[in-house]
C-alpha cells in the first residue's frame, strides 16, 4: 500500500487514520489486523488546483491503482477541506496549510497519525500527540475542530468493535466568569 502510494508521487501524502490506528488495536487485542478497518484513507495537499476535477483526476488514478486491493482507498485533497467540510460537518473550516494540519484536526487525538514511505525506503511517520494512547487503546477527544457529535459517534462505533478501548468523555465547556461588582 504504501509503495503503492509512493508511486503516485503525491505532494505530502500520508495514508492517515482508522488504518493505521485500528491496525494497531487489533494487533494489540489479539485480532487479525485487518479486522473491523472500513477504508484506507490518504490525504495529500495541492493548493494549486483547488477544482473538483482535479482532485477527481487523482482519485480515479487511485482507483486503477488500487483496484485489485480488497478494500476501499479513499484518496482527498486536504487544500480542498474548506469547501466541503461546514456543509458535511456543521461547522466552519479554515482552509488547511499542510496535510499535517489536516491530521491535526481529527476529532480524537489518537486518529492524529500519517505514515507515508518516502526515498530510499525511509517512513515518516507523523504524530503530533504521539503514540502512547493508540498502542494503550485510549481514545481521546481533540476538541479543535470536529464537533462533539462526530467525536462521540466515532468512539461509539469504535468502542462496539474493540470494547476494551478507554474513551474519554469530550472536555466540558469552560465555566463563564462570573461577574463582580464594584
Not at 466552519?92 to 530510499?120: K, M, N, Q, Y
Not at 470536529?146 to 465555566?175: I, N
Amino acid at each position: 500500500m504504501l509503495e503503492r502510494t509512493a508511486s503516485m508521487a503525491l505532494p505530502g501524502w500520508y495514508l492517515t487514520a482508522g488504518c493505521l490506528f485500528q491496525t494497531v488495536w487489533n494487533v494489540v487485542t489479539g485480532r487479525s489486523p485487518t479486522e473491523g478497518i472500513k477504508d484506507y484513507d490518504v490525504f495529500y495537499f495541492d493548493d494549486g488546483d483547488l477544482s473538483w476535477e482535479a482532485e477527481d483526476s487523482v482519485i480515479r488514478a487511485g482507483g486503477e491503482l488500487f483496484g485489485d486491493l480488497p478494500v476501499d482507498v479513499e484518496i482527498r485533497n486536504e487544500a480542498r477541506v474548506h469547501l466541503w467540510y461546514e456543509r458535511k460537518f456543521g461547522v466552519a473550516c479554515a482552509p488547511h496549510t499542510s496535510t499535517e494540519s489536516a491530521i491535526d484536526c481529527f476529532a480524537a487525538t489518537t486518529c492524529c497519525l500519517g505514515v507515508r514511505l518516502e526515498s530510499a525506503g525511509r517512513w515518516r511517520v507523523y504524530a503530533p500527540h504521539g503514540l502512547s494512547d493508540v498502542f494503550n487503546l485510549v481514545v481521546r477527544p481533540n476538541p479543535v475542530l470536529a464537533p462533539r457529535e462526530v467525536y462521540e459517534t466515532k468512539a461509539a462505533r469504535w468502542q462496539r468493535q474493540w470494547p476494551e478501548l478507554t474513551v474519554l468523555d469530550w472536555p466540558a465547556a469552560p465555566a463563564e466568569p462570573m461577574e463582580t461588582s464594584s
